[in-house]
């Protein structure tokens, strides 16, 4: 039974670090820290290798409870009580928890507040487009993170952010802003621009 215990401690980290890179920008959001966002998403080419050993883990330590124990010959009745660590239960739930982790980067961005920019359109407000190549985003949680300190700008019109794409789309008003405290902003969370385009 400890041997399964192990299987089961080693699938529950797997599941963590399979998504780290994209759990990473959540915690930062709720310690108010915006520039660790970024620390592990180096992780992100292992995501699928750290994914299919937590399925193997996970499976073998289902395959170990579930095969049938071998018994005694003796007809005394000395069966112990399960501790709850070794029951079908607990690896029910470790199964379920590790689920959920390995699909975080799937529904992360339910954790970041709705955070639209305040406008205040002036008419015939002079307007900029950028389009800025960030490295580093690996997830729909980079996506909402980049936007979540973007937003916090004054001037912003328009934003889209695209972790497949690696770039970010903004429109805004140059009396508010302008294209540097827009690329600080995106370095704040911890992201590298590479390419900065203006129109």
């Known amino acids: 039974m400890k041997k399964n215990n192990k299987f089961i401690g080693a ?24 520039g660790i966002a970024s620390v592990f998403s180096w992780m992100d080419p292992f995501r699928p ?37 070794q029951t079908k239960s607990f690896l029910g739930i470790v199964t379920v928890f590790t689920a959920l982790m390995i699909a975080f980067p799937y529904y992360s961005k339910i954790f970041y507040p709705e955070n639209k920019s305040k406008l205040i359109i002036v008419d015939k407000a002079p307007t900029h487009q950028a389009t800025l190549k960030i490295k580093g985003m690996t997830c729909e949680a980079c996506e909402e993170h980049v936007k979540h300190e973007v937003n916090k700008l004054a001037g ?21 802003t302008n294209i540097k405290e827009i690329e600080k902003a995106v370095e704040k969370t911890g992201y590298k621009i590479t390419e900065s385009i203006l129109k």
Request: proline share 2%; with cysteine; glycine share 4%.
């Open 49 to 85: 290798y750290l994914i299919g050993l937590t399925v193997l883990l996970i499976g073998f330590a289902w395959y170990q409870k579930l095969k049938p124990q071998k018994t005694d010959d003796c007809i005394c009745d000395t069966a112990e009580k399960q501790k709850f660590i």
């Open 156 to 176: 912003i019109l328009t934003l889209s952010v695209s972790y497949t794409n690696r770039n970010a789309l903004i429109t805004f008003d140059t009396t508010q």
């Open 11 to 34: 699938g529950v980290l797997t599941a963590i670090a399979a998504s780290l890179c994209c759990i990473t920008p959540v915690l930062a959001l709720m310690a108010g820290s915006s």
